[in-house]
């Protein structure tokens, strides 16, 4: 039915590899039990609508996505019990072989969470710059300097760029007046 | 012909200097975008939203036609050069796109892609011309108890009905659900999933959600898997094709337009199945069988063009119903959406010189594609030889400023790391993500819907079976659950050989196993 996806599944029949299962999905669970919980507890927590003109109430969504998101949670843990396995994203830049290089994405939500906050002390421009410096040698550029131009280029460019061609003025932070 | 008249009025509005500037602009960025590797058209679009922010609705959305189409064409150069389609439905050009390229015939592939994409989406245009105004004033004769079941259509085909595995559908569909749930109800005024934090009493912006899952989680996903080495480029000169590829394209073209427009125009459509059995019909039809998985133009050319044209052909329920079916198509939306502009099946009748100065964009957008892009295919080109480092850290570095300009507030950068995570995981565990992105979108609408149709109706729960329409829905959205189940059943008594039919392409090693399997 799902034209492309076929081949991969009959490459894998062709090609038997020992999968393991992958508990590392039970993550997927814990999201979802853990959405579905705060769903339900929040609901429960509003006054219903008048139930002559409005018989769903403001609740009734919020309380069959949660309990969905629950039922679902445990059909989902059984199947990977059952050796369920998802097929992982590929594309050109990935290397499906590659064991996962996590060190390199804490790094980068730590670099992420550092920009989140300090955008408004720091002002755009700046923090634009250290983001893309960062992410750059992060993931591999070795060229310091040149990854720092590249950085102010875009962080100081867009900032003008917002500000006069869209007039969106992205906050200046410390280089308030100096910009 | 009154359609006729809009259009001439739309070319009118669309055709003035600065807005051709508008349209160049937008079509040159969206290929430039597109041809970035790791970029699909959803996230092309999602990526360029923030640049239609302050410029005047018309303006943007020529600026969109542009970028639709010319993110579409980049994907294809990509598949073609590289080996790595950006997403599922250019699959199969990749696979014949790339043999030729190998085999020295890169420029008649980028070509026949190039040709074809706008025989098809012109011809897609066309119909859409023809269709959308006749659906949209069919649609307006509908009730809130047809709109509601049409939109859980939607829901179902794009969760069940597409992708692989129905249960990951699921899960990504109510996860798209909840995200959708937060901010004040509508009816009672009461926050709900807020946190308490009075920003989120708007909702999430569904612009940040499609940056995040789109942008920031493919970005992090690719981290984790980085190519130590970056895949090989094939060099290429100017595109061109001879007299015996023009001959074995042009009926290719046509029938891979046939094939796509329906299938995008469906609720539960989406470009793969098209491009797939176009790319079957001709491997049966052709004279050059045996060219067939080693660069086979027909294989190009149909596939292609099937793909155009569903392109196209997604935008007649866009248009007139208000329902996405693709990812792109969903990012597009939001766009109206952020202009004020209630996406449903009162669009033409509310802002006909807007929706057809778009239409008349699609046809301008599409000549200046082809225009531009055959002298420019060596310098797009060069763009796939851009360093990964500075690649994903630009893209790192755009998602950010895309979501901290919506609203200018660091609540919304972190909403989008916290998506950002959530597409990374989906990524990793195979969850598909257009039903997410549907799910945030349709969500909010169908509880909208169904309560003011019950408010209508005196809370009586019947009111939603009255009219015939939305009875015969109700009816194919049950088919469509069955009907796998009863495949199921019917594949265990009659079990058939599987398709002779090449390795889905993912990368270098991805080839030996094609050659493998036809060895």
Redesign the interface.
């Known amino acids: ?11 894998a ?3 038997p590899a020992p999968k393991r299962r ?1 508990y ?2 039970f ?2 669970c814990a ?2 039990a853990a ?1 579905g919980v ?2 339900v507890v ?2 429960l927590s ?2 219903g ?1 008048f ?8 609740r009734l ?2 309380l069959v ?2 309990g ?2 629950l039922v ?1 949670s445990v ?2 843990a059984v ?1 990977i019990l059952r050796g ?15 064991p ?3 060190k ?2 804490g790094l ?2 730590g670099l ?2 550092v ?3 300090f ?2 002390v720091l002002g ?1 421009a700046i923090i ?1 710059t250290v ?11 070795r060229h310091w300097v040149r ?1 720092v131009a ?2 102010a280029v ?2 100081f460019g ?1 900032f003008y760029a ?1 500000y006069v ?7 200046a932070g410390i280089l308030d007046g100096i910009l | 012909m009154d359609n006729l008249n809009w259009l001439l009025q739309g070319f009118e509005q669309a055709a003035t200097p600065m807005n051709l500037l508008y349209a160049c602009i937008g079509v040159l960025l969206g290929t430039a975008v597109g041809v970035l ?2 970029i699909g058209p959803a996230m092309t679009v999602a990526l360029l939203l ?2 239609t ?3 005047s609705p018309s303006a943007a959305f020529i600026m969109f036609a542009g970028i639709y189409y010319g993110g579409m064409y980049g994907g294809s150069t ?1 598949s073609i050069l ?1 080996n ?1 389609p ?1 997403e ?2 250019s ?2 050009t990749a696979i014949e796109g790339n043999k030729m390229a190998r085999a020295g015939r890169a420029a008649q592939a980028l070509a026949t892609a190039a040709i074809g994409s706008f025989v098809a989406g012109s011809i897609g245009t066309m119909l859409l011309v023809l269709f959308a105004p006749a659906v949209s004033s069919f649609a307006v004769t509908l009730g809130a108890p047809s709109y509601l079941a049409i939109m859980l259509l939607a829901l179902v085909a794009v969760t069940a ?5 129905k ?2 559908g ?2 990504s569909l ?2 798209g ?2 995200i959708g ?1 937060v901010g004040i ?1 509508f ?2 005024g ?1 926050p ?2 807020t946190f308490g934090i009075p920003q989120l009493s708007d909702g999430i912006d569904i612009v940040v959600v499609a940056v995040a899952v789109f942008a920031l989680g ?11 080495k ?2 090989e480029v094939i060099p290429v000169g100017r595109p061109w094709m001879g007299k015996s590829d023009w001959k074995r394209s042009w009926k290719p073209w046509l029938r891979g337009t046939a094939y796509g427009f329906p299938f995008g125009a469906l609720p539960a459509g989406g470009a ?2 098209p ?3 176009s790319y079957i019909t001709e491997k049966k039809l052709s004279k050059h069988k045996d060219e067939f998985g080693k660069g086979a133009i027909e294989g190009v050319a149909g596939p292609e063009a099937a793909n155009n044209a569903s392109a196209a052909g997604t935008l007649v329920p866009m248009l007139s119903l208000g329902l996405p079916t693709n990812a792109t198509a969903a990012v597009m939306l939001t766009a109206f959406v952020s202009y004020g502009i209630q996406p449903g099946p009162t669009l033409f009748e509310k802002e006909p010189l807007l929706i057809w100065t778009l239409i008349a964009s699609l046809f301008i957008g599409n000549f200046l594609l082809l225009v531009l892009n055959l002298p420019l295919a060596p310098l797009w080109a060069k763009l796939l030889r851009t ?8 893209i ?2 755009f998602a ?2 895309g979501a ?2 919506v609203n ?1 507030q ?1 609540l919304d ?2 909403l989008l ?1 916290t998506f ?3 597409g ?2 989906m ?5 598909p993500v257009l039903p997410l992105i549907i799910g945030v979108i349709l ?1 909010p609408r169908i ?1 909208r819907q ?2 003011q149709s ?2 209508l109706g ?2 009586d ?1 019947g009111s939603l079976f009255t009219e015939p329409v939305a009875i015969i829905v109700y009816i194919v959205i049950a088919m469509l659950l069955v009907a ?1 189940l009863v ?1 199921k059943v019917v594949r265990a008594h009659y079990p058939v050989a ?2 002779d ?4 392409p ?2 270098g ?1 991805a080839t030996d ?1 094609r050659e493998k ?1 036809h060895a």
Not at chain 1, 84 to 98: F, I, Y
Not at chain 1, 165 to 171: C, F, M, R, T, V
Not at chain 2, 161 to 165: A, H, I, N, P, Y
Not at chain 2, 427 to 431: E, K, Q, S, V
């Open positions: 039915m799902t034209a492309p996806a076929e081949p991969s599944a009959v490459s029949d062709t090609a992958d590392a999905q993550v997927v999201v979802m959405v705060f769903l929040d609901a509003l006054t609508g139930a002559k003109v409005d018989p769903v109430g403001p969504f919020p996505i949660g969905g998101l679902l059909v989902f199947a369920s396995t998802g097929e992982a994203d590929s594309g050109e830049d990935v290397d499906p072989n590659s996962g290089d996590w390199t994405v980068l939500v992420f969470v920009t989140i906050a955008v408004d755009w634009g983001l893309f410096a960062g992410a750059a040698t992060i993931l591999g550029s990854n590249i950085g875009l962080g867009s917002f061609g869209l007039g969106i003025p992205l906050p | 590797p790791g923030p640049v922010y302050n410029v990509t590289l790595t950006g599922s439905s699959v199969i009905v597409l992708g692989t595995s249960l990951r699921c899960i109510l996860l659900l909840a749930l109800d009816l009672t009461q709900r999933a493919e970005a992090l996903w690719v981290a984790a898997h980085l190519r130590r970056p895949a793969e199945l491009t797939f059995l360093p990964r480092p500075y690649l994903y850290a630009g790192l570095f950010a400023l901290f300009a200018l660091w950068l972190a790391l950002g995570l959530l990374l995981m990524r990793r565990f195979g969850l969500g509880e169904l309560r019950l408010q005196g809370g729960w796998p495949a599987a398709p039919f090449p390795d889905g993912a990368g090693d196993t399997a």
